[in-house]
């Protein structure tokens, strides 16, 4: 019997230099692991009895989880657009920048715009893919933005666009 899995909407192809990099890192990192697990399961295997051999059936779980990592990491990486100038509108909010916004309250937040492979939450990186980033898309200085939310909706006002590192 076979689970059926509705598809997931494909995510966006974009990444930076340095994102494509970590992924590209990773994936040669997967091949020395996979080599060393290779290793491990095939001392586990000589042990005998293979049914009750716990270091052999973690072994293979280990491997069959670093396989599709890998799977996934070469398919990932040949569909990926590694996007390394910024945009020739630096006035309107596009991939790779950074979004200095301002709610209701006044409380001020940044984030980076990245590709769903680089976000990271505490470094503020939020995929282009997120609500919060597909409302500030071509969006430019001082717009206001509502967001939805599932505690309800959040209004925005755009106080800063750059693409470059803080000072």
Not at 82 to 108: I, M, R
Request: net charge neutral; hydrophobic share 35%; aromatic share 8%.
């Amino acid at each position: 019997m076979v689970r059926y899995r509705s598809t997931q909407p494909k995510s966006s192809p974009y990444i930076s230099k340095q994102g494509y990099k970590t992924l590209a890192d990773e994936l040669k990192e997967s091949w020395i692991t996979r080599r060393e697990v290779t290793v491990a399961l095939s001392a586990a295997a000589a042990e005998g009895d293979r049914s009750e051999n716990a270091e052999y059936i973690y072994r293979k779980k280990q491997l069959r989880e670093i396989d599709r990592r890998i799977r996934y990491l070469q398919k990932r990486l040949d569909e990926l657009v590694v996007v390394d100038k910024p945009p020739t509108n630096q006035q309107q909010v596009f991939f790779g920048a950074w979004v200095e916004l301002e709610d209701e309250e006044g409380n001020c937040v940044t984030y980076r715009i990245v590709g769903p492979d680089e976000f990271n939450v505490e470094k503020g990186w939020i995929s282009m893919d997120a609500p919060v980033a597909r409302a500030l898309m071509k969006r430019s200085l001082d717009d206001e933005v509502s967001v939805q939310r599932p505690a309800g909706p959040i209004r925005y006002v755009i106080t800063g666009i750059r693409y470059t590192e803080e000072n």
